[in-house]
């Protein structure tokens, strides 16, 4: 569903860019944080539809903040994918044993990603 605000949490500004303008492209709403930190803050302030989580961040890393916002009856039902370039299996393990709702690797694929965060915003109950 387009219009809907997705709170993106990445670093590297690259990787921030192309999810802003693919997910802009698809009509979605964009607001950006650059640290864990800075994340939880506006996922508490703006309540996204959804939150896309770097792992690794400066400050707190995307597994704290994930459990930050778990942890606060506001945040604690937003749907949150984990974005991250590490694909070994005790880290997907990690992150997924972390209560991450989905798991993207980086680099992204287009059109997987697409699917994966409409996946997301389209769950009952979210």
Known sequence: MANELILVVEDHDKNRKLVRDV????????????TGEEGVRLAQERHPSLVLMDIRLPGID???????????PATRGIPIMAMTASVMTEDRRRITDAGFDAYQSKPIKVKD????VERLLERPGK
């Open 113 to 116: 990603f697409v699917a994966a």
């Open 23 to 34: 997910l802009t492209f698809k009509g979605y709403e964009i607001i950006e944080a650059e």
């Open 62 to 72: 995307g597994i704290e903040a994930l459990g930050r916002l778990r942890a606060e």
